[in-house]
């Protein structure tokens, strides 16, 4: 069965960190660009990172940068969002995604193969 799965999600205090999995089952991430995604309650699904094949090229939404480092481990056929300073905010539910690019050029307008189900990530005191 082809499939993403994320993990790492829960429940974190305002400043703490959390670190997501996107594991790739039955398929090589190796050639694909991997995007997180995130949809907060009540709103839009945003884009927030993206990690090219490579991994040699990254970008991050403006709200994001320098508090989350995306990397990828092609030999465990895993991606990974590293988020420290979490604010309220951050809470979503993230998800991975393996994109019709190898690149992030306007990734976030890239089409999608895969999906990975969501992990929730709540950031509350």
């Known amino acids: 069965q082809l499939q993403l799965v994320e993990s790492g999600g829960g429940l974190e205090q305002p400043g703490g960190s959390l670190r997501l999995s996107c594991a790739a089952s039955?398929?090589?991430?190796?050639?694909?660009?991997i995007g997180w995604f995130r949809q907060a309650p009540g709103k839009e699904r945003e884009g927030v990172s993206c990690?090219?094949?490579?991994?040699?090229?990254?970008n991050y939404v403006d709200s994001v940068k320098g508090r989350f480092t995306i990397s990828r481990d092609n030999a465990k056929n895993t991606v990974y969002l590293q988020m420290n300073s979490l604010k309220p905010e951050d809470t979503a539910i993230y998800y991975c995604?393996?994109?019709?690019?190898?690149?992030?050029?306007?990734?976030?307008?890239?089409?999608?193969?895969?999906w990975g189900k969501g992990t929730l990530v709540t950031v509350s005191s």
């Open positions: 039955g398929f090589t991430l190796d050639n694909y660009a």
């Open positions: 995604a393996a994109l019709k690019s190898s690149g992030c050029f306007l990734w976030e307008h890239r089409g999608v193969d895969y």
């Open positions: 990690i090219s094949s490579s991994g040699g090229s990254t």
